[in-house]
Each structure stands twice: as C-alpha cells, then as structure tokens.
C-alpha cells in the first residue's frame, strides 16, 4: 500500500485540474507557499528548471546580438506618469514605495511592474548619434505586479523574467527585431519546452499598454486552456517622443528612436506542468530536467550493486548526461513512483540478476515504455532515448493542440465548443472591439492572436456577420 499511496495524493485531472496542478507543484517540491502573500518560494527543484530555462534562452539571445545589463527596480512616480497609455496600463498593478526608514520620500517609487520607463530614462542620454544604435539590450531580474488572484508560477505578486528593451534607427529596424524576438521565443518554447505554438499579432485591446504591436505565441494546455506565453512589443516612436530619446543621424538631423521590448517569464514553468504532465505527476522535457535520468538500484545491500549504480552514474556523467541514484532506504516501488511524479525522463534500473547478465533496464517517463539495454551500450542508447523523448513529447503535444483546435461560424457554435469541447476556436471577425468585447461578455473567451498563418474560414465576422478582415483564436485563458 505505501508504494500506491503517493500517487493516490495526487488529484485526477479529469476530477479537477486546478487541484491536480496545486497537487503536482506541491508534491514534486518545486515552490511552496509563504507568509508573504501572493509570493512562492521557488525550492531546488523549481528553481533548478528556471536556471536550465534561462540558461538556453539566454544563449539563444546572445547569438542574435543581445548584451545583459541590469536596471534599478524602483521608478519614480513622475517617470512612470511619462507615457500616458503606459501608466494607465499599470496603475491598478503597481505597488509603491512611500517610506525610506523612517523618513516619508518626497516622491512615491514603484516597484518595478515592468522597465520600459527607465530603459528610456537611461537610452535618452546614452544614445547621441546612429553610430549609438542600435542597442539590443536585455535583463534577467524579478517584477512586481498586485494581482487579485495568483497560482504558483503562472500568476504571482512577485515573479521573475527576463525583458528586453532595444532601441533601433529606423521603424523597419525595430520591426524586424520584434519579430526576430517572437521567433527566438517560439523556437526555444517548441525545441527546448516541448510545447508548440501558435505565433500571431494581439489585436489592439489585447496588445501591450503603448505600444504599436504585440506579438505573441499562445500554448494550449491539457485542460483547453491558452497560455500567453511569451510576448514581443513594437513601440515605434511613442516612447522616444515621450523621454525625448533622440539622435543625429548621418545627414546632420535629430530624429526619434524606434523601440522594442519582449520577455518570458516563470510562467513557462507552469505551462510546462499543464501541457505534459500526467496523473502520476511532472512529465519533464529532457532538455530542462534537472535530473535527466535517475539510475534505480534493486536489491541495493547485495553485494556489488550500489557499486554499480555508482558506476553506470559516474559513465551517464561523463557522456554529459544529469544523472543521480536513488540509494536511499525505500523500497523500488516507492522509488519508482517518486521518480515518475518528479518527472524524471529516464531511470535505470539494475540489480544483481542484470549485472550478472550485463544489462540493464530503462524505462521512460513519457509512455512507461521498458527497454532492456546492454551495459556496454549505455551511454549511447541513453544519449537516444533523451533525444527521442524530446522529439515524441513535442509531437504528441502538438496532436494534442491540434485535436483541440475548432473552427466557428456563429457565436452559439463557438460557445457550444468551448462549453463542451475547450481548445482554441477559429473563428473570422471584422476588426471592431464592440465585437471583441462581446465575444468576451457571452462566453468568457478572449481573442488569443491573429495568427501570421491567415485562413479564410467564412466572409463573415462570427459576432455580428460584417465582412470578415481577420481569421482569429479565440479561447478561455490562464
């Protein structure tokens, strides 16, 4: 009974997916709640999955020219009212410092919900001429956000990220950095993540407060859920007319930068959760396990196996794989069961009858597959298996995403779909926010992107029948 008992703590996902994700973070230690309200402590083995995150992206960034520096994390009161739109985007969010010790502060500073303001208040006297630009600037930090309602990792006060702020000569310059950063985010969500995308414009009720254009890539999770989850903004020149960020050009006259921003955050830990996990628990992605395979020792106080385990670890380490043993006192069936709900991609397994016959078994995380492998060929046959269980989450991620994807042609339709069947629904609209917020009023669902992919899936806007200008997904979101 002890073996079963783990697993048995853990929810149904049918039964209920919210509790089944509470359940899963909880039990595979990856936060924990504080007495800091709306804040987690990210444990190891959470905040291991971050480092591994930001560890790949950061790389991937660098290849494309982006330097790393770092802001203050308080912004004046008088800064952040520059850009009118910006402001009142933030305003209900904002958490604000009124104290320095004892000593009441002149001016209110907020912690910062998000950089743009001080990004300009510090590009305005470090750009003078175009041999200043462009600057492809990024920082890895934490923000502060008072939101009304939180769950570990996809919505807290207090959440870490990284933010990219760059300033370019030119609109067509800016332009194509935006979707350069989009595309970097959707690469690294589906290559890395195992977690496909749909890559797409927000409309303008949805797009970041001031900015021209936001793009997006928007996952679905098991439950039919969308998850925004990652985003790249086009300022244009709004903000430089804001903080007057200037500079000469080669033809001796002043003009206006041309801005952009795009970040990711610890929310993709979440998503990652929802769209792989399972009702054993975690389902990780072999390229941000911590451990990528765990070497299961059985019948350990014979002689000779944990000298063996210790062996074929020290082997895994060597050919560059994240390898522990479990040579702890439980018994295999517990071991087994705590390594699937920590997610593990691969154990080992090995006991006196497979040294004897040089072999060992390994089985997947994944699908539960077992495959005998001689020890001799370990390190290869491992190195594959992590490969090909990246490779299948991906795809059986994307069978998923795409047998929940719908197409409408009416309101009721669409309604029917997402009360019975959740996923996406593709549906046609004529561009007008009265629409939009229609859609939002009658069924809870919000347009998730323009995708860049158009179809043209009827003539007519689903809500209110005029010529249809874009095809769009619409869903129930995070």
């Given amino acids: ?85 910006h402001v009142e985007g933030f305003a209900p969010e904002v958490a604000w410092v009124t104290h320095g010790g004892l000593n009441p502060l002149q001016e209110r500073m907020c912690v910062r919900p998000t950089s743009e303001t001080l990004f300009c208040d510090f590009y305005k006297n470090d750009i003078q001429s175009y041999r200043d630009l462009p600057k492809v600037y990024n920082q890895w930090c934490s923000v502060v956000r008072w939101e009304k309602e ?73 439950d039919g859920k969308a998850l925004q989850s990652g985003t790249s903004h086009n300022f244009g020149d709004g903000f430089a007319k804001a903080f007057g960020i200037q500079y000469t050009d080669k033809d001796n006259t002043l003009k206006y930068v041309h801005q ?21 628990g975690l389902v990780l992605p072999p390229k941000v396990a911590p451990t990528q395979i765990m070497v299961i020792p059985i019948m350990q106080k014979k002689e000779g196996v944990l000298d063996k385990a210790y062996e074929l670890r020290d082997r895994l380490k060597a050919a560059g794989i994240r390898v522990k043993v479990d040579d702890s006192d439980k018994s295999p069936g517990w071991k087994f069961s705590e390594q699937e709900m920590r997610g593990i991609p691969l154990r080992v397994e090995i006991g006196p009858k497979d040294i004897e016959a040089g072999k060992c078994i390994l089985g997947r995380r994944d699908n539960g597959e077992k495959i005998e492998c001689s020890l001799d060929e ?68 919000t347009s998730r992107c323009m995708p860049f992919a158009q179809e043209e899936l009827d003539d007519k806007c689903v809500c209110c029948g005029k010529p249809a200008k874009k095809m769009v997904y619409w869903g129930r979101a995070y």
Avoid at 31 to 43: E, I, N, P, R
Avoid at 61 to 73: A, D, R
Wanted: glycine content about 4%.
């Fill in 378 to 445: 370990l390190e290869t046959k491992a190195a594959e298996l992590l490969e090909t269980i990246q490779a299948d989450m991906l795809n059986k991620a994307r069978e998923h995403r795409d047998a929940h994807t719908y197409t409408a042609k009416s309101l009721d339709e669409m309604k029917k779909i997402l009360d019975e069947t959740p996923g996406f629904v593709k549906a046609m609209w004529c561009g007008e926010q009265d629409c939009e917020d229609k859609v939002k009023e009658v069924m809870s669902a």
């Fill in 150 to 222: 939180t769950r570990p990792f996809l919505r807290s006060r207090e959440f870490l990220w990284q933010e990219g702020h760059t300033a370019h000569a030119t609109a067509e310059d800016a332009e194509e950095r935006t979707i350069q950063m989009l595309n970097v985010y959707a690469d690294f969500c589906e290559q890395v993540l195992a977690i496909p995308v749909i890559k797409g414009r927000k409309t303008d009720k949805e797009k970041f407060a001031g900015a021209e254009a936001t793009y997006t890539i928007e996952a679905l999770m098991h």
């Fill in 1 to 85: 009974m002890a073996d079963k008992k783990l697993v048995e703590a853990i929810t149904s996902m049918d039964v209920d997916f919210a509790q089944w994700y509470t359940d899963v973070v909880k039990k595979a230690e990856l936060m924990d709640y504080t007495s800091v309200k709306g804040c987690m402590v990210f444990k190891p083995a959470g905040y291991a999955i971050w480092e591994l995150i930001q560890n790949q992206l950061d790389a991937r960034f660098k290849e494309t020219g982006v330097e790393n520096v770092y802001l203050p994390m308080f912004i004046p009161e008088s800064l952040l009212n520059v850009e009118k739109d």
């Fill in 260 to 280: 952009t921003s795009w970040g990711m955050t610890t929310r993709l830990i979440g998503a990652m959760i929802m769209v792989h996990g399972d009702n054993s």
